[in-house]
């Protein structure tokens, strides 16, 4: 049998500054705050944990909970019951997030979500198993049933997955005063808005004003007479990554949302955006390093075989860019300085590649990049290519012919790198946009066959100058 939880009255000065001191200087949750919520899940001093921790922001105690050992977050859930604010759980990582959901019972998952905006009750949800979403979502209300169901039909990463279902809404011939009425008036409002969208009977989105624009006018002004168009209304089935493209152009705070027939469904607001342009980013990072959906709490094995796909199209290539060199080994055995300087080489290709390669993923991302500029972009990076590989072709033909004594390798290692960089900002920007052109994502694949191609190409300009020079000579 468990032990009973304790309430208890009165709180020590110790328990009263650890509330206060939540991070370190090195911006992780302090060790003392660490030791103090510890200590009272172990105690299951629940006076101090809804005190100190439910007095948190959201992100954190989101930090907190990443903190904590995986039997202490569930064991501060539990705990806390009630009090446990909901919101937190979006601002953990995938696996924390569904181990703490994972553990508590449906119905109080479902009690909590009711407390909560859609968007983050969405977020929450759409990880767990259909069983267990059915389950949760026939527990609550039918209005907040039918929204949340109709938010989970949109696919994953999309605008209608991310929106907020709470909305004002007004039909065009309301004045400015029975609008301001009804904001006072009605109970069932988003705790915060800022602007107030116009639809017809049909709920069809027509246009929207500003919160600003209607405190400035008179009570008796028809909201149709203030009322804007709405040019940037977002279709539920956008990607999210191009929906945020949209606010950052525009610099918008809000957007309505709307269905196929133009009907609104929902608002996507710009703290969710930020949400989903610091995801895109960690997403297209983590692809270019073939690292996939890994995240800091995944097991070992779980890590693993995310890696292991990439790393096994890497040892693939690898063993391409080794028959190659296979093709001359009777030159290396004649001349093993041309076996030490191999990997300046294919490096610095590599490198420069990288380089191209990254600024090209990204202005794909962001749409800076297309086919009006990209004949202007391509001669641009040949030209960067043939330059660096000009200065670092003098430098390290220099310093390889006094460290050999024989300006022949010096020059060998010379016109190779030239070559192995000018074709590596060319591979870095052709290769993204051949894979876009054919549907692949530029940020998973690209720098496997950039890897492929500067190996090869530097390994084959460098062992056959050598191979025909040395013939020659």
């Known amino acids: 049998m468990s032990e009973p939880e304790t309430e208890r009255t009165e709180a020590t000065p110790a328990d009263e500054a650890a509330g206060h001191d939540i991070y370190g200087e090195d911006g992780a949750v302090s060790a003392p705050f660490l030791a103090h919520v510890g200590a009272a899940i172990a105690d299951r001093d629940t006076l101090a944990l809804k005190r100190d921790v439910g007095s948190l922001h959201q992100s954190e105690i989101g930090d907190l909970l990443q903190a904590l050992s995986p039997e202490q977050r569930r064991a501060l859930v539990r705990l806390m019951g009630e009090e446990f604010d909901f919101t937190a759980l979006t601002e953990v990582d995938d696996a924390v997030r569904l181990d703490i959901v994972g553990s508590l019972p449906n119905a109080q998952i479902a009690r909590a979500l009711q407390h909560l905006d859609s968007d983050d009750a969405v977020y929450i949800l759409e990880d767990l198993d259909q069983a267990d979403q059915d389950e949760i979502l026939a527990q609550l209300p039918f209005t907040e049933r039918v929204r949340l169901r109709r938010s989970l039909g949109y696919p ?13 809404a007004v039909p065009p011939f309301w004045t400015v005063g029975q609008t301001i009425d009804y904001m006072r008036e009605e109970q069932n409002l988003p705790d915060s808005f800022s602007q107030i969208f116009v639809v017809d009977p049909t709920f069809r989105l027509v246009g929207a004003v500003d919160l600003d624009r209607i405190l400035r006018t008179q009570r008796a002004v028809r909201i149709e007479e203030v009322m804007r168009e709405t040019p940037h209304a977002i279709p539920a089935t956008m990607d999210q990554e191009e929906a945020a493209q949209i606010f950052e152009q525009y610099d918008l705070l809000s957007a309505a949302v ?6 609104l469904v929902g608002v996507l607001t710009i703290d969710d955006v930020v949400d989903v342009i610091t995801q895109e980013a960690e997403e297209d990072l983590m692809r270019m390093s073939g690292v996939g ?36 080994d009777a030159t290396i055995q004649q001349v093993v300085a041309l076996a030490v300087l191999m990997p300046i080489v294919a490096g610095m290709g590599g490198n420069a590649g990288s380089q191209t390669m990254t600024v090209t993923v990204r202005a794909l991302a962001t ?17 960067v290519g043939l330059l660096n590989g000009i200065i670092f072709a003098t430098l390290i033909g220099l310093v390889a012919g006094l460290w050999f004594e024989n300006m022949h390798i010096g020059g060998l290692i010379a016109a190779a790198m030239v070559i192995n960089m000018f074709v590596a900002a060319l591979a870095g920007i052709l ?31 460098f062992l056959g100058l050598a191979t025909w020079w040395f013939g020659f000579l």
């Open 293 to 328: 959906d890994e995240e800091l709490s995944d097991s070992v094995l779980a890590a693993s075989r995310s890696r292991v796909p990439w790393l096994m199209v890497n040892l693939v290539t690898a063993f391409l860019a080794a028959s190659v060199i296979g093709l001359f």
């Open 156 to 168: 994953e990463e999309t605008a209608g997955r991310r929106m907020q279902t709470e909305f004002v």
């Open 258 to 263: 709307v269905d196929e027939n133009g009907r």
């Open 431 to 461: 290769i993204p946009l051949l894979l876009d052109r054919l549907g692949i994502d530029p940020a998973v694949a690209s720098s496997v066959f950039l890897t492929t191609v500067t190996d090869v190409v530097g390994f084959f300009a």
């Open 367 to 383: 749409r800076e990049l297309d086919i009006y500029n990209a004949g202007r972009i391509i001669r641009r990076e040949m030209g």
